[in-house]
């Protein structure tokens, strides 16, 4: 018996979802009264997961498997599975974790839960809630199968200490015939993620085109912040796909969401709805964001928003 | 060509979301039902590949009567078939070895499926579809090329893009970027008719295999109100955010 969760790396070193995905599991394993295992690949300091509780980590090393394929990952976690004779795997809602879930789920033949936003509500049978209809509802699912798969929201269920020593073994399988070859990868990496940043900045339509986005790109700046639009904003070509968010759009679900000129349509809403503190800044006072946000400015985007940047340049400078 | 396209009958995205029967059913009163926006794209970009490579497209789903709109609507766009499997998608593996069962006896070259749909956003069915059948897989797909039997897909991953290079057969779990929402397309009056006389097949399910079981819905605790800040003292948002919500 054993929780067996996938720790992601990104250069070698573990990504913030890993460490959630591990408080999470030694949740689990704690309510299950098992152990913790941890599955990663070329890590640097495998050992640092012991922190948030997992006793031992499977970690690969192998310079070939240094860019992700979905395949031979989940021929990773299948046979870690197998090894430590889980029941329950955990994985994170990252792209990559979202990839091979459902792969994994074939492979293992495992009842599988996505989006699941707490510890189970009971461990026999094995009952999650997650969440349905984009975050607008929580539905419980019980997991049937010998082998269950959960996968775990971003930033739901948050990063939990529980230092132990964790002991880090090396683990190989062969590799999977994976037919994808990767031939391009286009990442900036001087920027921070949607789905990886604390605090997100999201234009819409009211700053009336793309060459007043260097309001949103200094805020997200003095922030260390993500940036973000609504769908109109990218259909229209002011802003790359990739960063509309909403429900047909990538999902956030950061600390601090900060809305700036976004009205709040319902679909908009659904897509950030799990990010825990909404700001909203409008001209109208009726704009629906208003009854979901937390903190509300009405006012001018364009004075606002200057004004906003100056005070937490000497916010950080007072707190420096 | 032969491609196959999942097609994802849920509610609209403006719906009130209720729940009847001890909170165990979604409440369909007043609910319109449309093609899964994800899916939607994926059908659009079939077009393409049917109009300028000749491809067949079929689509299908797994669900009772009441999905027949949804995939009449999917022929009146365009696709050639429409197959149901007649029975209520109770999971994510049910709705997946359905479809795989379907797949396997019409040996498709490409099946379209959606990143997730928008009712239940378990963002599976594809992954599990893939491995049933043994094919290559790419999930959040934002572009597709098809030369022959090697694919070119472009895949969304955090904070940017990578393209892969792949052989039929192929599933991909689509999202927009495959096309763009201007492409989307409205059927037509010819369509719609075109459409009542093209085949919509129904089957039965093969097997009864599911992996879990769903139990009752709940809402989101209703939040508080608002705190507004005047435009004139965005000292204070900052305080607050600091102090108050210890986000900053
Ligand atoms: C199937 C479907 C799926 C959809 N999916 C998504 C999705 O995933 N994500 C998404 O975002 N949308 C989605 N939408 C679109 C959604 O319905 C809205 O149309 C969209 O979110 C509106 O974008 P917006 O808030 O930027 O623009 P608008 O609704 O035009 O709002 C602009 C706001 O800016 C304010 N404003 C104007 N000037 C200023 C100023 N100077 N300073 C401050 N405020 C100002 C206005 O008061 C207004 O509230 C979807 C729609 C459909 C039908």
Same mark, same amino acid.
């Given at each position: 018996?054993?929780?067996?969760?996938?720790?992601?790396?990104?250069?070698?070193?573990?990504?913030?979802?890993?460490?959630?995905?591990?408080?999470?599991?030694?949740?689990?394993?704690?309510? =299950?009264?098992?152990?913790?295992?941890?599955?990663?690949?070329?890590?640097?300091?495998?050992?640092?997961?012991?922190?948030?509780?997992?006793?031992?980590?499977?970690?690969?090393?192998?310079?070939?498997?240094?860019?992700?394929?979905?395949?031979?990952?989940?021929?990773?976690?299948?046979?870690?599975?197998?090894?430590?004779?889980?029941?329950?795997?955990?994985?994170?809602?990252?792209?990559?974790?979202?990839?091979?879930?459902?792969?994994?789920?074939?492979?293992?033949?495992?009842?599988?839960?996505?989006?699941?936003?707490?510890?189970?509500?009971?461990?026999?049978?094995?009952?999650?809630?997650?969440?349905?209809?984009?975050?607008?509802?929580?539905?419980?699912?019980?997991?049937?199968?010998?082998?269950?798969?959960?996968?775990?929201?971003?930033?739901?269920?948050?990063?939990?200490?529980?230092?132990?020593?964790?002991?880090?073994?090396?683990?190989?399988?062969?590799?999977?015939?994976?037919?994808?070859?990767?031939?391009?990868?286009?990442?900036?990496?001087?920027?921070?993620?949607?789905?990886?940043?604390?605090?997100?900045?999201?234009?819409?339509?009211?700053?009336?085109?793309?060459?007043?986005?260097?309001?949103?790109?200094? =805020?997200?700046?003095?922030?260390?912040?993500?940036?973000?639009?609504?769908?109109?904003?990218?259909?229209?070509?002011?802003?790359?796909?990739?960063?509309?968010?909403?429900?047909?759009?990538?999902?956030?679900?950061?600390? =601090?969401?900060?809305?700036?000129?976004?009205?709040?349509?319902?679909?908009?809403?659904?897509?950030?709805?799990?990010?825990?503190?909404?700001?909203?800044?409008?001209?109208?006072?009726?704009?629906?964001?208003?009854?979901?946000?937390?903190?509300?400015?009405?006012?001018?985007?364009?004075?606002?928003?200057?004004?906003?940047?100056?005070?937490?340049?000497?916010?950080?400078?007072?707190?420096? | 060509?032969?491609?196959?396209?999942?097609?994802?009958?849920?509610?609209?995205?403006?719906?009130?979301?209720?729940?009847?029967?001890?909170?165990?059913?979604?409440?369909?009163?007043?609910?319109?039902?449309?093609?899964?926006?994800?899916?939607?794209?994926?059908?659009?970009?079939?077009?393409?590949?049917?109009?300028?490579?000749?491809?067949?497209?079929?689509?299908?789903?797994?669900?009772?009567?009441?999905?027949?709109?949804?995939? *009449?609507?999917?022929?009146?766009?365009?696709?050639?078939?429409?197959? *149901?499997?007649?029975?209520?998608?109770?999971?994510?593996?049910?709705?997946?070895?359905?479809?795989?069962?379907?797949?396997?006896?019409?040996?498709?070259?490409?099946?379209?499926?959606?990143?997730?749909?928008?009712?239940?956003?378990?963002?599976?069915?594809?992954?599990?579809?893939?491995?049933?059948?043994?094919?290559?897989?790419?999930?959040?797909?934002?572009?597709?090329?098809?030369?022959?039997?090697?694919?070119?897909?472009? *895949?969304?991953?955090?904070?940017?893009?990578?393209?892969?290079?792949?052989?039929?057969?192929?599933?991909?779990?689509?999202?927009?970027?495959?096309?763009?929402?201007?492409?989307?397309?409205?059927?037509?009056?010819?369509?719609?008719?075109?459409?009542?006389?093209?085949?919509?097949?129904?089957?039965?399910?093969?097997?009864?295999?599911?992996?879990?079981?769903?139990?009752?819905?709940?809402?989101?605790?209703?939040?508080?109100?608002?705190?507004?800040?005047?435009?004139?003292?965005?000292?204070?948002?900052?305080?607050?955010?600091?102090?108050?919500?210890?986000?900053?």
């Amino acid at each position: 018996m054993s929780v067996l969760l996938y720790a992601e790396t990104e250069n070698g070193i573990f990504k913030k979802a890993a460490f959630e995905v591990a408080s999470y599991a030694k949740g689990v394993a704690d309510a =299950l009264g098992t152990n913790v295992v941890a599955v990663s690949v070329n890590a640097n300091d495998a050992s640092e997961l012991g922190k948030y509780g997992v006793q031992k980590v499977l970690n690969i090393s192998n310079e070939s498997l240094n860019s992700f394929k979905a395949k031979t990952y989940t021929t990773i976690i299948t046979e870690a599975a197998k090894q430590e004779n889980s029941d329950v795997v955990i994985l994170s809602s990252s792209a990559n974790s979202k990839y091979i879930s459902g792969l994994l789920a074939g492979q293992l033949k495992a009842a599988i839960a996505s989006n699941v936003v707490k510890l189970p509500v009971s461990t026999s049978p094995l009952t999650v809630e997650r969440t349905a209809f984009t975050n607008k509802a929580f539905q419980q699912t019980v997991l049937n199968t010998d082998i269950k798969i959960i996968s775990v929201s971003s930033n739901a269920y948050g990063i939990i200490e529980n230092e132990v020593t964790a002991e880090v073994v090396d683990f190989s399988v062969s590799p999977a015939d994976d037919s994808i070859e990767i031939t391009n990868i286009d990442k900036a990496t001087d920027k921070v993620s949607i789905a990886d940043a604390e605090v997100v900045v999201s234009g819409g339509r009211g700053l009336k085109g793309p060459e007043n986005w260097n309001l949103i790109e200094d =805020l997200a700046d003095v922030l260390g912040a993500a940036t973000a639009c609504s769908k109109p904003v990218s259909d229209m070509g002011w802003r790359p796909h990739d960063e509309h968010v909403g429900q047909t759009g990538k999902p956030v679900a950061s600390n =601090l969401y900060i809305a700036i000129g976004i009205s709040g349509a319902i679909q908009h809403l659904a897509g950030i709805n799990a990010s825990k503190v909404k700001v909203v800044i409008n001209t109208d006072p009726e704009a629906p964001f208003f009854k979901a946000a937390d903190y509300g400015v009405v006012g001018d985007a364009f004075e606002v928003v200057p004004e906003l940047i100056e005070k937490l340049k000497a916010f950080k400078a007072s707190n420096a | 060509m032969k491609i196959l396209v999942c097609i994802s009958h849920v509610p609209d995205t403006t719906s009130k979301i209720n729940f009847v029967e001890n909170d165990t059913q979604f409440d369909t009163n007043g609910v319109s039902f449309i093609i899964n926006p994800n899916d939607e794209f994926g059908l659009t970009r079939a077009m393409w590949f049917k109009e300028k490579q000749g491809a067949s497209v079929d689509v299908i789903n797994v669900g009772d009567a009441t999905t027949e709109p949804t995939l *009449r609507k999917c022929l009146a766009i365009g696709a050639d078939n429409a197959i *149901r499997v007649n029975a209520t998608p109770t999971d994510s593996f049910f709705v997946a070895s359905q479809i795989a069962e379907v797949a396997k006896s019409g040996n498709y070259d490409l099946i379209i499926a959606g990143r997730e749909s928008i009712d239940y956003n378990g963002g599976v069915v594809q992954g599990i579809l893939a491995e049933l059948l043994g094919a290559n897989f790419v999930n959040t797909c934002v572009g597709l090329e098809v030369e022959g039997t090697t694919a070119t897909a472009i *895949r969304e991953i955090d904070g940017g893009k990578e393209t892969l290079k792949t052989s039929l057969p192929l599933v991909i779990g689509g999202q927009k970027g495959l096309v763009e929402e201007s492409d989307l397309r409205i059927p037509n009056m010819r369509g719609i008719m075109m459409a009542r006389k093209k085949p919509l097949n129904v089957v039965e399910p093969t097997g009864n295999e599911t992996h879990t079981t769903a139990g009752s819905f709940s809402k989101p605790e209703p939040k508080g109100s608002v705190t507004l800040v005047d435009a004139s003292n965005i000292d204070q948002l900052v305080d607050l955010l600091h102090k108050e919500a210890k986000v900053i």
